[in-house]
């Protein structure tokens, strides 16, 4: 009993440290079928009830089973956006789908900028990882 506990150990130890080698800041969204980084820096949200924004705050991306749609999950009570449609462009850039001078998301595996208006909400995000 003894020695499949201590197997089952060296095998959680060994799982463990895979995974974390496997989640490297080097991951590239535009690249990976599956993609969850953590980007820090400025966030803020604008609307008629609410006025945040931290200089110390961070956003939470996910690429999401579509392949194409991606999820911001943003700190300090910042409401997510989800479901948000990129198009790739160069090698390792993500730009939203129908950016205006108004509407711009764009990430790589450095960083995330963000100036997403909607239904007279706004949200912003200028990060790095």
């Known amino acids: 009993m003894k020695k499949v506990i201590r197997i089952l150990g060296l095998f959680l130890l060994m799982f463990f440290v895979v995974t974390a080698v496997s989640c490297s800041d ?5 690249n990976n079928d599956f993609f969850a980084g953590t980007y820090k820096g400025s966030v803020s949200y604008n ?5 945040i924004q931290s200089d110390d705050g961070s956003v939470f ?13 943003f700190s300090n009570g910042i409401p997510d956006l989800n479901g948000i449609e990129f ?20 990430i790589d595996n ?12 706004t949200w912003t995000a200028n990060c790095t990882r």
């Open 26 to 30: 080097d991951d590239d969204p535009a």
């Open 110 to 121: 450095n960083e995330l900028k963000i100036l997403y208006i909607k239904d007279g909400r």
């Open 61 to 73: 991306v996910t690429k999401i089973a579509s392949g194409t749609k991606y999820n911001f999950a």
């Open 87 to 106: 198009n790739k462009e160069g090698d390792n850039v993500l730009v939203m789908v129908g950016s205006t001078a108004t509407s711009y998301i764009r």
């Open 47 to 51: 609307d008629s009830d609410n006025n």
